[in-house]
């Protein structure tokens, strides 16, 4: 997804923040030079002199004496530096300092964004992916199976605690692998604690790295702001088109809210519109999946049933495994 235009501004404001920075730096430089080196100021001005007579000598097409311009230009720059390292400043004190010398604080070389601005796009989209904290401890990295029971089993199934998770976490890798070439979308379920918040995480670390846009909400928080955005119809960054267009929403803990029919209406219009926009989505719950129909209305299941892969996960609470764990 590319960036929203606010997104966008963000990261130019502070190209153009770096490069009013590092004017004023080149300012002070060249009036500390300056006042105590004089002849300084009169290099540049001969070399600005200089220059300008080469500019006008190749649009004339006139290359007698180009040769003689070069090599007093040369001259002077020789002087320069040997003037400035002989009085203790560096021999680029007077050159203009970039941040990113790559592409002199544009973001752009040529017409290709630089590294350094998709490094400031993946710092934005962590900022306001809610995540940035929890992420560093929660991805891949540190997914670990064994809270997960290979004795417990789903008699629906017939699988282990950890043969299910097994498969939940293949899913979640295939998410990842696969999302800019198809489109899907998880309903993550089981009791509390079974490990369905951190795999989602898991995705979502994965997903800003390759700078997608990544929104995440608890429930709550999720239709709270949406009630803000309803009742006081002020735009804002994450507002109801962000929530439609960003690359992937997740909406954790669906159930721990006070559900009401405003809470059931927007989840299905939240649902349908990011279904019909292809934009994925990942939906986390404690609830079971027939008090989810009872909750949120049959309309919402079916719609989530039909266009989600369902992927449920069951276990002993890890939180209260680790406690006992002291922590770990």
Known sequence: MPLQNFQYDTIMREYNRRQAKNRRTLEEHQREAYTRLPRLREIDEEVATLSAAKARSLINRQDSGMEDLKASISLLSQERTALLVSNGYSADYLEQPYDCPLCQDTGYVGSQKCSCFKRAEIELLYTQSNLREILQKENFDHFSFDFYSDTITNESTGLSALETARRAH?????????????????????????????????????LLESAHCVLYFSAFDFFDMLAGNTFSKKDS??????????????IDDLGTELTNSFVSSQLFLCINERIMRRKSTIISTNL?????????????????ASSYRMVK???KDIR?????????
């Open 170 to 206: 293949e899913t979640a890798k295939d998410f990842v692998k696969n999302f800019d070439n198809s489109f899907d979308n998880l309903f993550l379920y089981g009791d509390t604690g079974v490990g369905k918040t951190f795999l989602s995480h898991c995705i979502a670390h994965d």
């Open 237 to 250: 960054p994450t507002g109801e088109d962000f929530i439609y267009d960003c690359d992937l929403l997740i």
């Open 320 to 328: 209260i495994q680790k406690i006992f764990l002291g922590g770990k």
């Open 313 to 315: 996960l069951f276990g």
């Open 288 to 304: 079971k999946l027939e008090d989810f129909s009872a909750t949120y209305s049959e309309r919402t299941f079916s719609r989530i």
